[in-house]
């Protein structure tokens, strides 16, 4: 849409976005995505209504019983218990002075939210304690992309290419269809354009 604009071609810094930032809102709603945080969430009734109009992703559509509906925990949200564990962790994490603000002391967990983070506090939660912490919550198929996500190095080009087909692959993952999508990723990996991750082995986190 910017590039259809009758100026756009004459500006002499045609984008600036602030990477922190950028990186702080895709935390926002990732995080309160799979915690289920009201207001934060993207998984909400309008968006399950509109999957059930576009006939997609049977296994989140709103469950009706007689003249109710209801919206049942999706399988990439956690469950109230696996949520409390997820957030009595990062409250028990430590960092070396000077490496991160103490990101415990914004932790609710009796809420069920963070609550004061910085930019760089989430950018630190994405890259060294959201992987340790979601490993064992979620399931494999959902923990893989978000590693691979905040794993891959966005200065190399070369690793960008060959895992953005996979990783769109996997984020698009069909809760009513998930062995097509393990196809779909499984061709990816045989054409090359895929880049595998060892989800298990953050001995370097």
């Not at 009796?110 to 930019?119: A, C, E, N, P, V």
């Not at 190095?153 to 953005?164: H, K, N, T, V, Y």
Request: positive net charge.
């Amino acid at each position: 849409m910017f590039f259809e604009l009758p100026y756009w071609s004459k500006l002499k810094l045609r984008h600036n976005l602030d990477v922190m930032h950028v990186e702080k809102n895709v935390f926002d709603t990732l995080v309160g995505t799979i915690l289920d945080i009201e207001g934060k969430t993207k998984d909400t009734i309008k968006a399950r209504l509109d999957l059930e109009r576009m006939g997609i992703r049977r296994g989140l559509w709103m469950n009706r019983d007689s003249d109710k509906a209801r919206r049942d925990l999706a399988f990439f949200s956690m469950k109230p218990n696996d949520k409390k564990e997820f957030l009595k962790f990062v409250s028990s994490v430590k960092f070396p002075d000077g490496y991160a603000s103490n990101i415990a002391r914004c932790v609710n967990v009796d809420g069920g939210k963070f609550t004061g983070l910085k930019s760089h506090d989430c950018h630190i939660f994405m890259q060294r304690l959201l992987p340790v912490g979601i490993r064992h919550l979620l399931p494999e198929d959902v923990v893989k992309p978000i590693i691979f996500l905040y794993k891959y190095d966005a200065r190399d080009g070369s690793l960008a290419r060959r895992g953005i087909a996979c990783w769109s692959c996997q984020l698009s993952l069909d809760v009513s269809n998930r062995k097509a999508s393990r196809r779909a990723e499984k061709k990816c990996t045989q054409q090359g354009k895929a880049q595998r991750i060892n989800y298990r082995g953050l001995g370097s986190i």
